[in-house]
């Protein structure tokens, strides 16, 4: 029986690496919303944000 365990430890190995395979993918997949959340946080957001398009307008 103890053929029976070895399998069952290759097989949580083999899941564990796909599981992580995954989330990996996922990251590298969403990587752009990833960073431009990121970079949201540090901004500080004014009290009307729909106006927030129209500030580069009365830049030189």
């Not at 399998?7 to 949580?12: E, I, Q």
């Not at 919303?33 to 030189?60: I, M």
């Amino acid at each position: 029986m103890k053929s029976n365990s070895t399998w069952r430890f290759v097989l949580a190995i083999v899941g564990a690496s796909l599981a992580a395979a995954g989330f990996i993918c996922i990251v590298v997949a969403n990587w752009n919303k990833l960073t431009a959340c990121a970079a949201s946080l540090g901004k500080k957001r004014s009290a009307c944000p729909e106006f927030d398009d129209f500030d580069d307008d009365y830049t030189t």
